[in-house]
């Protein structure tokens, strides 16, 4: 699941400082003078989360979170490579607003054009993937390629080449055409995200009860 994000930043008085940068879930667009402020929140947890940007983001670096529910948070950058980042939180969030941050995600994803989604090739290369408890590195020495190359596959930078299908799919215990996206609605976009808080907490899916004020 991703979240789409923005940074909002204010000029700082302290000459030292770079301004504060100000981080929205679940808001979309551009500013007028760029596309900087565009943030994709891969992964969020209740120490942290990993995002993807074009800002220059700095380790040791803090920012402040605007989460659903909860309020804003601080996060400080513990590694970069742009575009990723990944971020610690302060103090950890609490249950409640860990799952408020992801129904977000799961919100939005239910939420585009004509309330259709379908899920692409990456997304759903990343759900298998995380749903049978590998990684990166694991499919990466199954198929004979480095880490970086699955990791472009699971991002849409880059599309595994036809003779690699087939030993994707058996890493994956799928089919061929199980690796191929699939349409979804709300109810799906929903349970996607029942599944996502219930791996947080680690209980069933069956346990998790989500309300949804329309």
């Given at each position: 699941?991703?979240?789409?994000?923005?940074?909002?930043?204010?000029?700082?008085?302290?000459?030292?400082?770079?301004?504060?940068?100000?981080?929205?879930?679940?808001?979309?667009?551009?500013?007028?003078?760029?596309?900087?402020?565009?943030?994709?929140?891969?992964?969020?947890?209740?120490?942290?989360?990993?995002?993807?940007?074009?800002?220059?983001?700095?380790?040791?670096?803090?920012?402040?979170?605007?989460?659903?529910e909860a309020g804003e948070r601080h996060a400080r950058v513990v590694w970069a490579d742009a575009p990723m980042h990944g971020c610690r939180f302060d103090d950890p969030l609490t249950p409640a607003a860990l799952s408020a941050a992801q129904l977000r995600g799961a919100v939005r994803d239910g939420d585009r054009g004509d309330r259709t989604v379908s899920e692409d090739f990456g997304v759903r290369l990343r759900r298998l993937r995380t749903e049978r408890g590998l990684s990166l590195a694991d499919i990466a020495d199954r198929l004979g390629v480095s880490k970086p190359t699955v990791w472009a596959w699971e991002h849409?930078?880059?599309?595994?080449?036809?003779?690699?299908?087939?030993?994707?799919?058996?890493?994956?215990?799928?089919t061929t055409g199980g690796l191929e996206p699939a349409a979804s609605g709300p109810v799906e976009a929903v349970e996607a995200g029942r599944r996502q808080i219930a791996e947080a907490y680690g209980v069933e899916p069956a346990r998790v009860r989500i309300m949804i004020e329309l």
């Open positions: 699941m991703s979240i789409e994000a923005r940074f909002d930043t204010e000029d700082s008085t302290d000459p030292r400082g770079a301004g504060r940068r100000t981080l929205h879930l679940g808001v979309s667009g551009r500013f007028a003078s760029g596309s900087k402020g565009a943030v994709t929140v891969h992964n969020i947890s209740a120490t942290g989360l990993l995002i993807e940007t074009a800002a220059a983001l700095a380790e040791g670096e803090t920012i402040v979170v605007d989460l659903p849409g930078k880059a599309r595994p080449v036809e003779r690699r299908l087939a030993a994707l799919a058996e890493a994956l215990g799928v």
